[in-house]
Structure formats: C-alpha cells, structure tokens
C-alpha cells in the first residue's frame, strides 16, 4: 500500500525551473513538494547556460535569490559580432537600456536548493517511476517510489511538469490533445570548459568560413567555449590541440594584437542543435514549464530565461487560483507563455542560421550583409539587443 499526503502543489524536476517555482509559490505563502529522478549531487554537477536576462536577474531578485548573483555574477554591457577581418561590439544598455549577467545555472540551482532546504520545504530526489493520475479531475495525484524503495503517492490541485524534454509530463496529456514542432539543425557545438581567465570582456560571437565560434566564460578564470562541427562527429577526433587551433583561427586570434589565450580542457562534449515546441502548454491540472514544452538552440542564450519566464507566469496564475479562486491567469497560462516562446524560438533559429556555416557561397554571403547590417545599422542591433538582454515576462 503505498503511503499517501496531500499538498496544493507537487512539482515534477527539481532543476532550477522547479525550485525557482517552488520559491514563488511558497513565498505567496502556496506550500509545493518537489520530485526528482537524479541525486541532488547531479543536479548541482550539470553544467549548463550562463547567461541570464535582466528580467530573469530581477526574477531572482524577487525570489530571494539574487544576492550572491549581484556579488559573484558578471555584468556585461553587450556582446561582440566578429567575421574576419572585423568585430563589432553591441551595447545593449546604450541601444535598449539592459544589461545581461554571466552567472551558471549550477550556481542558480545551488542558491535556489539552499533556500529551499533552509526552508525546510519537502523535496524527494532519486525518485523512480513517476506517473500522473486524475488529470482532468479535481485531485490530480502523482504516484512513484522514493530513493528508499517505499512507494508514495500525493494528491494535489495541481501539478507541474518541470521536468525536462525526457521527463514523464509531457508524455501524460494524451497525443490527441497535443501538437508538437521539431526542427534539427545540420549542425552541432563542440562545447569546452576551460580552466583559463577568458580572453574577452564580453562574449564573442564570430562567423567565420570554417565555422562559427564563440567565447563565453564562467567565471573570471575559466572560459567556456565552443565550435561549430558536424552532427556526427566524435568528440575522440577533437584533441585539446586540435581544438585551441580551431578556436584561435575562428576567434582572430592575432587581430588587431588581440590574442586567444589557452589552457587545461576541464571538459568536453558535442551538443545537437535543435528546437521543440509542444502546444498546448497546459492540460486540466496539469502545467508544462521549461524544456517539458520547449527547447531551442543555445545560439541566444534563451534556454534557462525561457524557463524563468514561464515559471513566473505560472506562480502568479497558481496564487490567483489557489489563494483568490480567480482562474483567468491558469486559463491563459499556455497562450500567454507560448507568445513569448515563439518570440524567443524565432530569435534563437534567427541568431543561428545567421552566425553558423551552412550551405554554398551564396549563403556564406548573406550571411556577411545581414552581419554587417546589424553590426551598422542601429535599428537592426538594437532589435538583437532587445531580444537578447530579454523581452519583458508576460510579453
């Protein structure tokens, strides 16, 4: 017999869409338990997007959040678009008046986990066999078996799918109901962590004709970079020789004595390109949030400020329902967060077909006047910038 309880809201992932949603909600007093099917050791080790959005950094704020972010993140003004011969800074705050922050998403995951133990708000990890039940009904419930072998079930007024494009809620709201879009990219990112100062004050974006590059960074002693490389590819081909030359030849090492300095390869791997989408976002008690309903390509920065967005909408429309019985915010919770998900997959799909290699010379030079038009044009760049240092949550 499995062990039963009842709580307002279960929240299915413990990533940073999880607890930050989890924070919201138990701040308007709106108690949550949270599952997870990894350690929480593994969800602090997984390395993921860095750069945060100025209404993502207020999100945190708001949170309680944001402390060790304003101490430890990076401001950063804008970003750099190269092509050979010529790189071009953009300044977000000079063109639409926000900046955007370098700071992990494990370090968003450790701020948010620490709050919420400090808390001492329920959460199981190493779950196993999640399942969703009730949907439609008034009581959905969640039924799985926790890291000690005991099953459990919870019942709840809603629940929410946090849980990543592998996770178990997506797949619970019937295939009748649901449409999905999925593009593939005939390319991937060889992604390196690095255990060297970054060579740039602000990320470097470059297209280039034997692929595109850019130079990120973690922290101010260890870069983060990446490489465009086939779909295919087998990161046993990529020696860290291999893969500095690559870099210094994209980036322009030497241009204008500008100089890519190298270091210890921390780690390696090759990522697929790609972007999903699946509507609706919201099926009776059950609410999809983050990559559960949508991923795009890392090419701008949307992955993790996406997830935020939709969690804030999501906490707001749960406190109005829960609290004041008011259901306008949860009956337009997937309509109004899908606006901004297409917002921000056509940007990312834009930012990648313009920067990535692809195709004959033909495309090689549009490619060329569409950077030079943005690199010029103070419209087009502060379109970029209003779409990179992010559009407003609710947009």
């Not at 010529?86 to 639409?96: A, I, T």
């Amino acid at each position: 017999m499995a062990r039963s309880a009842k709580t307002p809201v279960v929240i299915v992932g413990a990533g940073p869409a999880g607890l930050l949603l989890s924070q919201l909600l138990a701040l308007d007093g709106v108690e949550s338990v949270l599952l997870e099917a990894r350690s929480g050791d593994y969800v602090l080790g997984r390395i993921r997007a860095g750069v945060l959005e100025s209404s993502t950094v207020e999100l945190l704020d708001a949170a309680g959040v944001g402390d060790r972010l304003r101490r430890e993140g990076m401001e950063h003004r804008g970003i750099y678009l190269q092509w050979p011969e010529e790189r071009h800074h953009l300044d977000f705050v000079d063109l639409v008046g926000r900046p955007v922050w370098i700071y992990g998403q494990t370090e968003v995951t450790k701020d948010l986990m620490q709050v919420r133990e400090a808390a001492g708000q329920e959460c199981y990890y190493g779950v196993s066999d999640v399942t969703l039940h009730d949907l439609d009904g008034d009581r959905p419930t969640v039924r799985f078996v926790d890291a000690d072998g005991v099953e459990r079930e919870i019942t709840a007024r809603a629940i929410a799918g946090c849980d990543g494009f592998h996770g178990v809620s997506r797949p619970s709201i019937p295939g009748r109901k649901q449409r999905a879009w999925e593009h593939t990219y005939p390319y991937a990112w060889l992604g390196v962590l690095a255990d060297v100062a970054p060579s740039t004050d602000e990320l470097i974006y470059a297209w280039h004709p034997d692929g595109f590059a850019l130079h990120s960074m973690r922290s101010t002693t260890v870069s983060r970079l990446y490489l465009q490389v086939e779909p295919g590819d087998d990161i046993a081909n990529w020696s860290d020789d291999r893969i500095w030359t690559a870099l210094a030849a994209r980036l322009g090492d030497g241009q204008d004595g500008w100089r890519l300095m190298s270091g210890p390869v921390i780690e390696k791997s090759i990522l697929p390109m790609r972007t999903f989408v699946a509507t609706p976002m919201r099926h009776g008690r059950l609410f999809l949030a983050g990559d559960a309903a949508h991923i795009v390509p890392p090419t701008g920065a949307k992955g993790l400020n996406l997830a935020a967005s939709d969690v804030a909408l999501l906490a707001r429309a749960l406190v109005a329902w829960l609290h004041d019985g008011r259901t306008e915010l949860a009956d337009a919770y997937s309509d109004t967060a899908l606006r901004r998900v297409w917002r921000c997959t056509h940007f990312s799909w834009w930012m990648t077909t313009m920067l990535h290699r692809h195709g004959d010379d033909f495309d090689a030079q549009l490619q060329r006047a569409q950077l030079e038009w943005v690199a010029r044009s103070e419209a087009a760049a502060a379109g970029l910038a209003e779409n990179y240092a992010g559009l407003p949550i609710g947009y």
